[in-house]
């Protein structure tokens, strides 16, 4: 027999908790807010970083393709002008780049997109592929990691400037940003979520697909333990070069 079918507020506490397993836990991220990453793994951090914030605006321009809701068009592109930008106002984008020269790491480098692991590249890439594939709604759900956001930004914002002095302050601008955007993202995509997946079965598919998020979250970090705190980066046992491609159009 199939069980019933949670009710909103009951819905809404399942995604919560998923909080859980949220990459604030990693060990990676936990040495970083207790201040014992070096400068190397910080920079390696922030150089795979950026091939998230890169694919987070063709994640979100997937989901607009897909959705054929004017109204929830019209609420979601802000997103992708969040990272973007617009004339006139900067993007989350363009303060992660400064927040890369604020850690040492040149703008070219990043761009460049020389830095980042394959885990990362195929984590990401993953997960702009099911954004492109699954249903809008299912894709917009998939956004809900940022239930859990806040309190990752706030404790970077808390002790990374005392912990990391050497990094220029304003490379902080990105991390006070996403604390506004993120809480209302949440809003919006929480009520998406709660009003589309009524059905247990449905419910416990985006429970699914919420912890198929918080994997690629803990896998990019794995590819960046193994690359900067086990100082095994891939091809390591044949070459130092990073020899590892960069990107591919399929």
């Known amino acids: 027999m199939t069980e019933p079918a949670m009710n909103p507020a009951e819905f809404e506490q399942a995604l919560r908790a998923k ?11 936990v040495a970083m807010y207790e201040g014992r990453s070096t400068r190397e793994q910080i920079r390696g951090w922030v150089a795979n970083r950026f091939y998230y914030q890169v694919n987070i605006p ?3 321009a997937a989901i607009l393709a897909n959705c054929p809701d004017r ?5 979601w592109i802000q997103r992708i002008l969040d990272h973007d930008g617009a004339p006139g106002e900067e993007g989350g984008i363009e303060a992660w780049l400064r927040l890369g020269e604020a850690v040492g790491l040149r703008r070219e480098q990043l761009l460049s997109q020389e830095l980042v692991l394959p885990g990362v590249r195929f984590a990401m890439d993953a997960y702009v592929n ?4 699954a249903s809008w709604q299912e894709a917009a759900g998939s956004s809900l990691t940022e239930l859990f956001a806040p309190t990752i930004h706030q404790s970077r ?4 400037p005392q912990h990391y002095p050497w ?3 304003g490379g902080y601008d990105y991390f006070r940003k996403r604390l506004k955007e993120a809480r209302r993202d949440v809003e919006h995509g929480l009520r998406i979520t ?7 079965e449905a419910q416990e598919r985006m429970l699914e697909i919420l912890q198929f998020k918080l994997d690629i979250l ?7 333990s193994m690359a900067y705190e086990l100082n095994r980066p891939p091809y390591h046992t044949v070459t130092g070069e990073r020899v590892w491609h960069r990107g591919i159009a399929w």
């Open 218 to 224: 803990w896998s990019m970090l794995d590819a960046m």
């Open 194 to 200: 709660l009003a589309h997946f009524t059905t247990r």
């Open 157 to 160: 914002l808390d002790t990374w």
């Open 167 to 169: 990094i220029e302050a």
């Open 130 to 133: 099911f954004a492109r594939r």
């Open 58 to 60: 063709l994640k979100d």
């Open 19 to 29: 909080g859980a397993y949220y990459h604030i836990h990693h060990p990676f991220q």
């Open 71 to 75: 109204e929830v068009r019209r609420e």
